[in-house]
């Protein structure tokens, strides 16, 4: 019977000091926000989605199109189109594509970026019940206004056109040569569509 | 009461618990054979979150494992990555710089604290009690937004790098944790007053679930669960890595096996957390956080490797075989947790249901990390 008493009056012990604690409690300042009125504030480190650099001197993206990210990344979300365009040292990126539903943030991508063209984004307001809301061009993203036309080197143009041409004339003489090796010995007739191929080039 | 099922002599029946139910913290089935309130045999059945992390470690390059790492155990991710560097660390014998292995005990302890924080408020919201998992919560924000401001994420840490960690520490993180520190200690002692002492919780902890030190080596259960059974084993201590055999800390141990020697192991942690944190803070030397020459293409030699860590459910160790090439041959991870709870069917026999889920509480499982 005693024990029965005892354990009444630890209880009753234990819920006043409990009560103690959560009446203090009450009276301090709640450390919860209203989260659409106040919002907390992001940590430059915060990792969102990827996003392209834009380069202050140009300010255009500094992507090389290497396709590092693209390797890098463990779940393939990254996809990087480029193209060739005359007179533009190396490759012009022409849609940089994330497909942000299977990435995972690890970071590989910004690490194995060379140039430093990529960087995490501060972004995480990213609600949405659309799923292709979450494939982004990143291109488009830096440059919202359109995409800036790469600038165009004459002196690069030029040497480039002159190889091409050059390049146009070799392939005309070996194919012409082919011509000649193959018809020399069947018709010796056709000599004179030879000889204008000869003066073409 | 999903069926009735009668045996010969007396009347039992079977009872699903989960995999949808908030007491088994994820997607846990347990199935339960019940004679009347009291437990016939439990046994809890995996693979609703199973996700083939090893296959995934054996077709990934060594690099692309490490946003794994922070999804298995989702509460105490640092651990992982800690485990996953040693790996592969060990293999490739890559020396790792002093300030990276602090940055990197600093950052796994702040994150055993983090979890043990939300072991201890959603035990007791478990038991009944809703506000402890409030003021709980309120402090781990307080780490969460420390480990934020380094390493980018929340929860699904990606922060430890082969041969050393992604970025360094500021001035800003070493303040704030001292800070948390000083802010974190005397609110130990006033979880203590609210909840430990409570008369409820005495009751309800105190010689319930059962746990010996035999059935932990039997079942190869670790961490707070082997230590609150009275066997001093802890791979911090036992099989020393990085640079705890530099810092001077305690293993709580309590010999009294039930779930309330559980829980106190697990307060008792984070306060020896906290003493790690602060000598590692006094001790951080200068210098680089990432070893120089590691090869962007991690090709490990032949071979045979292994590395054990202390995660806050207790021994996390992988295990990979590397042929050479730039992906795994095989890839093994050993979870506490899987361990832990398949103990949870010898040891709930004959116990009532509310005290089964009291002491499934105790054993703090994370689903994900138990089905890999």
């Known amino acids: 019977m005693s024990g029965y008493f005892k354990d009444i009056i630890t209880g009753l012990k234990s819920l006043a000091v409990g009560l103690q604690i959560t009446n203090k409690e009450f009276l301090t300042k709640p450390i919860t926000l209203l989260y659409p009125h106040e919002s907390v504030k992001m940590y430059p480190r915060y990792r969102g989605h990827i996003e392209l650099v834009k380069d202050p001197e140009t300010g255009r993206n500094r992507c090389i199109c290497c396709g590092m990210c693209e390797k890098g990344c463990p779940s393939g979300c990254i996809t990087v189109k480029s193209e060739k365009r005359p007179g533009v040292k190396g490759k012009v990126l022409t849609a940089y594509i994330l497909n942000f539903t299977t990435c995972s943030l690890c970071g590989q991508c910004v690490e194995n970026c060379k140039p430093e063209a990529i960087k995490f984004s501060n972004e995480y307001n990213l609600a949405s019940t659309r799923r292709e809301d979450y494939i982004f061009d990143l291109l488009q993203k830096l440059h919202p206004e359109g995409v800036p036309e790469p600038e165009v080197d004459p002196e690069l143009l030029k040497k480039e056109q002159e190889k091409e041409e050059a390049a146009k004339k070799a392939a005309a003489e070996k194919k012409a040569a082919a011509a000649k090796k193959e018809a020399a010995p069947k018709a010796p007739a056709k000599e004179g569509g030879e000889s204008k191929a000869e003066e073409k080039s | ?372």
Not at chain 2, 24 to 50: C, F, N, Q, S, W
């Open chain 2, 1 to 372: 009461m999903s069926s009735l099922a009668q045996s010969q002599l007396r009347e039992t029946f079977e009872l699903n618990i989960g995999p949808q139910h908030p007491a088994t913290h994820g997607v846990l089935r347990i199935k339960v054979v019940m004679d009347g309130e009291y437990i016939d045999r439990a046994e809890p059945i995996l693979g609703y979150i199973h996700r083939m992390h090893e296959k995934m470690g054996e077709n990934r390059t060594w690099n692309q494992f490490w946003p794994n790492m922070g999804r298995l155990d989702y509460l105490s991710a640092m651990a992982y990555n800690h485990c996953y560097a040693g790996l592969v660390e060990r293999a490739m014998e890559i020396v790792v710089p002093e300030r990276a292995e602090y940055i990197r005990v600093i950052t796994a302890e702040l994150n055993r604290i983090q979890s043990h924080l939300l072991g201890f408020g959603a035990y007791i919201m478990d038991l009944g009690g809703f506000t402890p998992l409030m003021y709980a919560m309120d402090e781990r924000e307080q780490i969460l937004d420390l480990l934020e401001s380094v390493t980018g994420s929340r929860l699904t840490y990606c922060y430890f790098r082969f041969g050393g960690v992604y970025n360094d520490i500021d001035d800003d993180f070493i303040t704030g944790t001292r800070a948390f520190i000083k802010r974190f200690r005397p609110q130990i002692p006033m979880y203590h007053k609210l909840v430990t002492g409570n008369a409820i919780l005495m009751d309800r902890l105190i010689g319930v679930g059962p746990v010996s030190a035999d059935m932990c080596r039997k079942y190869g259960a670790t961490g707070p669960v082997l230590r609150g059974s009275g066997v001093n084993y802890d791979i911090r201590r036992n099989e020393p890595y990085s640079v705890y055999p530099e810092l001077d800390f305690d293993i709580p141990v309590y010999k009294e096996c039930d779930s309330m020697a559980r829980y106190m192991v697990r307060m008792d942690e984070m306060v020896q957390s906290c003493r790690i944190i602060e000598q590692a803070l006094n001790k951080l030397p200068e210098g680089p956080v990432m070893a120089e020459k590691v090869p962007k293409a991690l090709k490990p030699p032949k071979g045979d490797f292994h590395y054990a860590v202390e995660a806050a459910r207790g021994t996390f160790s992988m295990r990979a075989v590397s042929d050479g090439t730039n992906t795994a041959y095989r890839m093994r991870l050993r979870s506490p947790t899987y361990s832990n709870v398949s103990l949870f069917e010898e040891a709930s026999r004959g116990m009532l249901l509310s005290d089964a889920l009291a002491f499934l509480g105790s054993l703090d499982p994370v689903i994900p990390e138990m089905d890999r």
